[in-house]
């Protein structure tokens, strides 16, 4: 009896301290738990409310703000290969003989060997502004030398606009000349030249459009008022700009100019149908040297030579001449 007695109480006092032992665990577990909970609800509170909650997002700000730089910096050279087209990259390539200064107006004063004549695509011209001629180019008494561009009427700060198609070679500064000037070489041949502006807004190598916007009309180097001085020069040679430009009706003469190395033969190009013994063939779609040669009895030698073709490459709508 007694034996049983005992076996009941420690049975009963095992059980005890088994729930006992139990609930002590689980209390610990629940307190564990709310600790975490706390301290998660700590770290979200500090989160909304510490300056430096957003360093994650700004280190990602940061890192994409630097890539954004290496492509706008990728891209400030880019403008001189924003065109596939050959002839943009490289416009009159063949003429010029590969030659680049970035520094001088006319760097070609030593060369000579230009072309007897050559026909100068003129169809996509855009005037580099709307003022009027202030003074013509020809020699000036009063300043005992010759001024080689046409004068136009601007306001300074006035946008000044390419007048054809093609790559920037110069953006410099003149103090004692130019001033401010911007030369831009153009797939047909010519270069072009912007004197006295307030603000030049290209880079050198960069492809423009004709028409696009390339500088701001101003009064600097040696100018006596605000305005455009403009030439239109062929291999360094400088070109009266009215005998290809009607500056009154803002538009060019005629949609081709032909160049004479002899100055005395230079004619505007509503004059070309005129000049006897010269003959031009505008290319069509399949015209090769060879065919415009056999249309027209020639050799393609003689066309290489006439048009100072090298590479043998031409495109449509160019003017090739054939006698």
């Not at 307190?31 to 301290?39: M, P, V």
């Not at 890192?63 to 706008?72: E, S, W």
């Not at 050959?86 to 230009?114: C, I, R, S």
């Not at 180097?221 to 400088?238: D, I, N």
Request: glycine share 8%; hydrophobic share 35%.
């Amino acid at each position: 009896m007694k034996r049983t007695v005992l076996y009941v109480f420690m049975s009963v006092g095992s059980l005890f301290m088994h729930l006992n032992v139990h609930a002590k665990t689980k209390h610990r577990h629940s307190r564990k738990f709310a600790g975490r909970t706390l301290i998660h609800r700590t770290h979200a509170h500090h989160a909304k409310q510490s300056p430096y909650a957003g360093n994650g997002m700004l280190a990602d700000a940061v890192k994409i703000n630097r890539i954004k730089q290496r492509i706008d910096s990728i891209s400030a050279f880019r403008p001189s290969i924003a065109t596939e087209n050959e002839e943009d990259l490289y416009p009159a390539l063949g003429l010029y003989n590969n030659d680049w200064n970035t520094n001088a107006v006319n760097p070609y004063k030593e060369m000579n060997n230009l072309p007897e004549s050559i026909a100068i695509d003129l169809s996509a011209f855009s005037m580099p502004c709307m003022g009027a001629v202030t003074s013509n180019y020809g020699f000036r008494p009063s300043m005992h030398r010759f001024h080689y561009g046409t004068d136009l009427k601007v306001t300074v700060g006035e946008p000044i606009h390419a007048a054809f198609s093609g790559k920037v070679r110069v953006v410099a500064y003149q103090p004692g000349g130019y001033g401010q000037v911007i030369v831009i070489r153009h797939n047909n041949g010519l270069e072009t030249v912007y004197g006295h502006l307030s603000r030049q807004i290209v880079k050198v190598g960069q492809y423009v459009k004709a028409g696009e916007v390339i500088g701001l009309g101003g009064n600097t180097g040696h100018s006596t008022g605000p305005h455009l001085h403009f030439e239109t020069r062929f291999l360094g040679v400088a070109i009266n700009p009215a005998e290809i430009i009607d500056f009154e009706n803002k538009v060019t003469h005629m949609d081709t100019y032909v160049f004479y190395a002899d100055t005395k033969k230079r004619k505007r190009g509503e004059e070309l149908a005129k000049v006897e013994g010269i003959a031009y063939h505008k290319v069509q779609l399949g015209d090769t040297l060879y065919s415009i040669a056999e249309k027209y009895g020639t050799t393609v030698d003689v066309l290489r030579h006439l048009n100072r073709i090298r590479n043998g490459i031409i495109k449509m709508g160019q003017l090739i001449r054939t006698a």
